[in-house]
C-alpha cells in the first residue's frame, strides 16, 4: 500500500477554508498533509488522528525562530512553508491564529503585499514589452511577442490572485462593496474582450494588436475552464470522502 499521496488545491486564494477542511478529513482517515506540493499538497500515510489547520502568510528574515516558537506555545505545529505561505495544524479546541476582525484583516494584508512585490514590476515590464512590440517591426517584433506573451502568462494568473486576496481582507472588514465590485470584474472583462474580438473580426489592425486582443480573451477562457474542471474535481473528491 502506498504511503504518500497528492492532493490538489482550490488555490488559497480562492478556496483556503476549503482546503483546510479537506485537510482536516484526510488526517481523519490517516493521511496527514506533510509539505505543499506544485497546485498542492502532499500526504503521508499515519495513524488516524483529528487535526485542524490554518495557513498564515508572513515574510520571515531574522525573526523565524521567534515566529514559529510563537505559534507552538499557542498549541500550531509548523507543517511547512512555501515563500511567504506556513501551514500548521493543532487539535480541535486550540484557540485559532487569528481571532478578530483586524488581525485576520493583517494576515490577507501581508499576502497581498507580499505578491505585490513581484507582481508590480512584473505588470510594468509586461505592459512596456507589449507596447515595444506593437511599435517594433521584423525579428525585433517577433522577440517582442514572444517575451511579452510569455510574460501575460504568468502576469494574469498573479494579479487575478491578488484581486482575490484583497477580496477576503476586504470580507472580512465588512466591505461588500469592494468585495461585489471584485466579483463583477470578471463580467466587464467579459465584456471588453467581446467589444475587442468584434473590432479586431471587422477592422484591419495590426497583428500585435490582434494577438494581444485574442491573448487577454484566452486568459479569460482558461482560467474559467480549469476553475470548472476543479470545481468538478473537487465535488467528485469530496463524494469519495
Not at 484583516?105 to 513581484?118: A, F, G, I, P, T
Request: charged share 20%; hydrophobic share 45%.
Amino acid at each position: 500500500m502506498r504511503q504518500t499521496k497528492y492532493i490538489m488545491s482550490g488555490g488559497l486564494a480562492f478556496s483556503e477554508d476549503k482546503d483546510m477542511d479537506k485537510l482536516r478529513r484526510f488526517s481523519l482517515k490517516g493521511w496527514h498533509v506533510n509539505d505543499f506540493k506544485l497546485m498542492g499538497y502532499t500526504l503521508v500515510k499515519g495513524d488516524c488522528s483529528d487535526y485542524i489547520y490554518s495557513v498564515d502568510y508572513r515574510s520571515l528574515k531574522e525573526d523565524e525562530e521567534e515566529y514559529f516558537n510563537l505559534f507552538s506555545s499557542s498549541g500550531w505545529s509548523h507543517i511547512a512553508s512555501e515563500g511567504d505561505i506556513h501551514l500548521f495544524r493543532a487539535h480541535p479546541g486550540t484557540k485559532p491564529i487569528y481571532t478578530d476582525r483586524e488581525t485576520r484583516s493583517e494576515k490577507y494584508r501581508n499576502s497581498s503585499n507580499s505578491m505585490m512585490k513581484l507582481a508590480i514590476p512584473l505588470a510594468f515590464i509586461t505592459a512596456f514589452t507589449w507596447v515595444g512590440a506593437i511599435i517594433s517591426a521584423g525579428i525585433l517584433e517577433s522577440l517582442l511577442i514572444v517575451a511579452a506573451t510569455f510574460l501575460s502568462i504568468i502576469a494574469l494568473p498573479i494579479a487575478w490572485t491578488i484581486m482575490m486576496t484583497y477580496s477576503n481582507k476586504w470580507k472580512v472588514e465588512g466591505r461588500k462593496g469592494l468585495v461585489n465590485l471584485v466579483k463583477a470584474i470578471p463580467f466587464l472583462i467579459l465584456l471588453i474582450v467581446a467589444i475587442l474580438l468584434l473590432f479586431v473580426g471587422t477592422a484591419d489592425n495590426d497583428p500585435t494588436i490582434s494577438l494581444l486582443t485574442f491573448m487577454v480573451a484566452g486568459a479569460i477562457t482558461l482560467p474559467t475552464a480549469v476553475w470548472a474542471v476543479m470545481s468538478l474535481y473537487h465535488k467528485i473528491a469530496g463524494r469519495k470522502d
